[in-house]
Structures are given as structure tokens and as C-alpha cells.
């Protein structure tokens, strides 16, 4: 296959057209029969790709809108009801708001560190200065 190129090439070379080279050859085939077709198919495919991803992308969001969204409507009222109804409902809501005892323990603890911290600061800075 190189050597007819190259036989090629240096005839053409000999014609006067120096500049010709192995990919400039394709140009002088004829075109295909089938060429317009071709280009029918990668444009159908292309669109196809397109469509496909957009379809792919509008499932899950036609989901999130038709179960989940449609399901929080009800859920703020039956939450509500089932937190709020009865005679210890508010007592029920503030234990749940209310802050775990070990956590209160841990920043009370922290926040007497955070003072004696700034207190020997203070007392350095002072000593120094």
C-alpha cells in the first residue's frame, strides 16, 4: 500500500502538483453514493443522543414533583397533629427541641475553659507589657 502511494505521490510530484500529500489523496476519490445518507444518520443519532439525555434528566424531576413534593403537602399538617394533639403536645415538642444534657454539660465546660484561657492571656500580656 505505501509503495502505490508513494508511486503516486512522486507522479503527481512529476505532473507539477508538488504540494499534494497522502491525506490530500481522499479528495480525489470519487464521493460516496451513500454520503448524504450518512449524514441523514449522524444527524437522526445526534438528536436521538440529545433526546435520550433529556429524557433521562425529566424522569427523575416528573418523579420528584408528582411523589415527593405532592407528599410534603400533607406531611406539615400530619406532623402537627401528631406532635401538637393531646394534653402534653407542647411538653412533648419542647423535649424534642430541648438540648441533650451531656452537650449543655460540654459547652458549660468549654466556656469556663474559654475564660480561664483569656484570664492567663491576660494576666501574661499584663506581666510583659
Known amino acids: 500500500m505505501t509503495r502505490a502511494m508513494n ?11 508538488q504540494a499534494v500529500n497522502a491525506p490530500a489523496l481522499a479528495n480525489l476519490l470519487p464521493l460516496d453514493p451513500m454520503e448524504p445518507a450518512i449524514e441523514i444518520m449522524a444527524d437522526v443519532r445526534a438528536y436521538f443522543q440529545v433526546a435520550y439525555k433529556r429524557f433521562v434528566d425529566t424522569v427523575p424531576m416528573g418523579i420528584d414533583r408528582m411523589m415527593l413534593r405532592r ?59
Open 7 to 17: 508511486d503516486t505521490l512522486s507522479s503527481l510530484a512529476k505532473m507539477g502538483l
Open 71 to 129: 407528599m410534603s403537602v400533607g406531611l406539615e399538617g400530619a406532623l402537627l397533629r401528631g406532635l401538637v394533639s393531646g394534653p402534653d403536645g407542647y411538653q412533648r415538642c419542647g423535649m424534642l427541641l430541648s438540648e441533650p444534657e451531656d452537650i449543655i454539660e460540654r459547652r458549660n465546660e468549654l466556656e469556663k475553659r474559654l475564660q480561664r484561657l483569656i484570664s492567663a492571656r491576660k494576666e501574661l500580656v499584663d506581666a510583659f507589657m
